[in-house]
């Protein structure tokens, strides 16, 4: 009895991490958005919050795997929160120094812990209960992501985007001396947010460090395989890390441009367009909700081939439609990419016993997509002039989702 009310508390506490770090992720299109210009930044530099942000995973995530193979699950978080608000604090010198390459600086350090946290609590929330309810478990605690997601547009579009920045034509009209006045307040505008953040973030790192966690051991679930790279032995690893790679790329455009695209291609101003992005996390978290509850009853793996397939057709009507049309097909397409990352984490993971600890940070590795699919998209609407056409990417990347649905069945309700 005692052991189940432990393991109900631990869950309860790493399940508030993944609004942590949803809440962190979601206020990157705001980011992007401001810097963009604050900075007059093309879509490509834009972007590189992006690639700032995920290139972490793909550094880290080796490391974050040795952490909890030698010191544990609690090691791995401790560590990944310190990094976080570390990460968060460098935001106060990035605005004072007025420098694009600080930003992406302290969003690279944040990032490193996210990584860290990811990996840890991503393949703890599965095996900290009944196995056969690990896909379900970690959709439920996804789902406090999507929760951070549809409240972090609207929060740090009231903070960040506090009012409507000044057109290219503007800035341009400017001194030198006026310009990099207006630089300056713009970027400054981000330090309150990130430093409350940072704050709360060390609270969380304290309540962790006195709170004692079970350590669950998957030494006697089998054998290791021999080095780290060993368990991509396991069919539905290797599929696993190269689907993410490409959902991972494709949710991070989806949502990380939703605000660029309000603008590009609707003229919408951010004080209007912020709403849409908390309605485009709003439908995500329920998309979780709703997906965990179908999980009941259908095997992840046809949901996961149901909802790719939708979002493809999605892809079709923002390519090829017009007007306020394809803003509502993009943001339907939030719903549908909800159950994507845990289900495919889950699938990835399962029967890799001994394994699954550096399976998970293989496929937390492979996040690396974030940083990639992004820019490559990016460089598509600046070459083309027209961000429409850049979703023919996310087309692509939801065709690999579908594909790795129907060719991993092993996973049934």
């Known amino acids: 009895m005692t052991e189940k009310k432990n393991y109900t508390f631990a869950i309860i506490l ?5 609004f942590f770090w949803g809440f962190i992720h979601n206020l990157d299109p705001i980011l992007i958005k401001h810097l963009r210009s604050a900075f007059s930044l093309t ?33 791995g978080i401790l560590t990944g929160l310190s990094l976080f608000a570390l990460g968060c604090f460098l935001f106060i010198p990035a605005a004072n120094s007025v420098s694009y390459p600080f930003f992406l600086a302290a969003l690279f350090i944040l990032s490193c812990g ?12 599965t095996v900290l209960g009944d196995p056969a309810k690990a896909t379900q478990r970690l959709n439920f605690a996804q789902s406090f992501n999507g929760l951070a997601a549809s409240i972090a547009p609207i929060v740090g579009g009231i903070f960040i985007l506090a009012e409507e920045p000044k057109s290219p034509e503007e800035l341009a009209s400017l001194s030198e001396t006026a310009k990099q006045a207006y630089i300056q307040a713009e970027t400054a505008l981000v330090k309150g947010p990130y430093l409350v953040l940072g704050l709360i973030i060390l609270v969380v790192a304290i309540l962790f460090f006195f709170t ?4 669950i051991k998957e030494v006697n679930e089998g054998e290791s395989s021999k080095g780290f790279f ?68 259908i095997a992840p793996y046809k949901l996961l081939a ?36 845990p289900t495919i984490f889950a ?35 600046d070459i083309s002039g027209n961000i429409h056409m850049s979703y023919y990417v996310v087309l692509l990347c939801f065709v690999i989702v579908f594909l790795f649905a129907i060719n991993n069945k092993s996973i049934t309700k």
């Open 14 to 18: 790493i399940t508030s991490l993944f």
């Open 43 to 75: 879509h490509f530099q834009a972007s590189l919050v992006d690639s700032a942000v995920f290139a972490a995973y793909f550094l880290l995530a080796i490391p974050a795997g040795l952490i909890m193979k030698k010191y544990g699950y609690k090691a």
């Open 114 to 125: 996210l990584t860290i946290l990811e990996a840890a609590a991503n393949p703890y929330i």
């Open 212 to 215: 004692k966690l079970p350590d």
């Open 230 to 297: 060993g368990s991509l032995k396991h069919k539905n690893v290797s599929w696993a890390v190269i689907t993410q790679f490409f959902y991972v790329g494709a949710q991070i455009y989806v949502l990380s441009f939703l605000l660029v695209f309000t603008e590009d291609a609707l003229k919408m101003s951010g004080q209007e367009a912020k709403y849409y992005a908390g309605l485009a996390g709003l439908l995500f978290m329920i998309g979780r909700f709703i997906g965990t509850f179908f999980m009941r009853y």
């Open 306 to 341: 149901v909802y790719s397939l939708i979002s493809c057709l999605l892809c079709f009507v923002v390519i090829y439609g017009a007007g306020m049309i394809t803003l509502y097909a993009l943001i339907a397409i939030t719903f549908f990419m909800s159950i994507m990352f």
């Open 347 to 381: 699938m990835g993971i399962e029967n890799t016993g001994a394994d699954t600890k550096s399976a998970s940070s293989l496929i937390i590795m492979s996040i690396v997509g974030g940083a990639i699919i992004p820019p490559l998209a990016s460089q598509i609407t």
